[in-house]
């Protein structure tokens, strides 16, 4: 492994601990779910860069909802006990808003966008 791959993993395991939430919630903005079924989610939407066991997702949103931005009800589950659905509050769908407002669509601003294709499509060399 380079020095440079290693660089690489530190920045990736940095930038997707801060990413779980967003996941998370924007899961749970689509329906109430249950850690095992965010679990698969998470790792099926982005295509296999975040992922996080039950036991994980089960921590984090039981954060959410001391700070109150999941709410959790019982409900049936096809095998085994009743599971814990949580779906998301007034409170953390404000504040998935706020977040995709401030931090995803930057993305998209033309500037931003043309130096993102710049460096994909030259590997960020302009040629000097």
Known sequence: MTDLDRLLEN?????????????LLLL????PSY?????AEVTRLSEGMI???GN???RAVSRFEEMRLVASES???????PRKYYRLTDDGRELLQRFIERNIL???HPAVAERIQHVLQN??????
């Open 11 to 23: 920045w990736e395991s940095v930038y997707k601990k801060g990413l779980l939430t967003f996941w």
């Open 28 to 31: 749970l903005d689509e329906k």
């Open 35 to 39: 850690p095992y079924e965010m679990s």
């Open 51 to 53: 992922s996080a066991d």
């Open 56 to 58: 994980s997702i089960y």
């Open 75 to 81: 409900g049936e589950s096809k095998l085994g006990p």
């Open 106 to 108: 930057i993305f998209q």
């Open 123 to 128: 590997g960020g060399n302009d040629g000097k």
